[in-house]
């Protein structure tokens, strides 16, 4: 149980363009989905926090209008890099807490490159 | 002072030794104790997983939390080269699922057939 999936693994895209990742819980509904950044040989850095039916948090530094959130239902939450650049390129993980929260599980991550 | 503390070593054992894993922590509120291990290029896969003070074992891995201290441990028996990766201790308050999870930096871990 409590298995997370994250959609593409990886993309490799141009500079300017947009890259959307899509995070589910397979097997529970998740109040609450986190957004993580990982830099190799770096620990996790959480974005963002997001609820479903509203507006996501996000931790200090991170950028909302570059960084979007939706948290369409449940068991679906995407993360959209608009206009990305080279400096976006990093491994991006999701996690899903449940009710109540007492952990999170983690999607396995999407590896993103911009050129 | 960051809020959780693990040594990013790497710690490289020979296979079948008993492996110490360690974290300490200043926030006292924290309740929920975990410990992830992520592969290289993967996600963290949740552990062990503990509330307050006390230890917990399952297979080869125990778990021990002490709040007096505020350290905890995770304790790996018959090291496989399978275990090779990297542990990351994690806590949160744990008042709902939102509670944000405070991670450390992850000891890399090797294993020495």
């Known amino acids: 149980g409590a298995v997370v999936s994250q959609h593409p693994s990886w993309v490799i895209c141009k500079s300017g363009t947009s890259v959307k990742i899509e995070c589910r819980s397979l097997?529970?509904?998740?109040?609450?989905m986190f957004w993580y950044r990982q830099f190799p040989k770096q620990s996790l850095m959480l974005m963002a926090t997001?609820?479903?039916?509203?507006?996501?948090?996000?931790e200090q530094g991170v950028e909302k209008d570059k960084f979007l959130i939706n948290h369409a239902s449940l068991t679906l939450s995407t993360l959209t890099v608009t206009s990305a650049h080279p400096e976006d390129s990093s491994f991006y993980i999701c996690?899903?807490?449940?009710?109540?929260?007492?952990?999170?599980?983690f999607g396995p991550g999407t590896r993103l490159l911009v050129l | 002072q960051k809020e959780v503390e693990q040594d990013p070593g790497p710690l490289s054992v020979p296979e079948g030794a008993i492996v110490s894993l360690n974290c300490t922590y200043s926030?006292?509120?924290?309740?929920?104790f975990m410990w992830y291990r992520q592969y290289s290029r993967k996600g963290p896969e949740l552990l062990m997983y503990?509330?307050?003070?006390g230890n917990k074992e399952d297979g080869r891995f125990t778990a021990q939390v002490d709040k007096s201290s505020k350290y905890i441990s995770l304790f790996i028996r018959d090291s496989q080269p399978s275990d090779s990766a990297t542990y990351l201790c994690?806590?949160?308050?744990?008042?709902?699922?939102?509670?944000?999870?405070?991670f450390g930096s992850g000891t890399r871990l090797s294993i020495r057939p």
């Open positions: 996690s899903a807490g449940t009710d109540p929260g007492e952990t999170q599980y």
């Open positions: 097997d529970f509904q998740a109040t609450t």
């Open positions: 997001s609820n479903e039916g509203s507006k996501a948090t996000y």
């Open positions: 926030n006292s509120a924290f309740q929920y």
């Open positions: 503990t509330y307050s003070s």
């Open positions: 994690a806590m949160s308050p744990g008042y709902s699922s939102a509670s944000k999870i405070i």
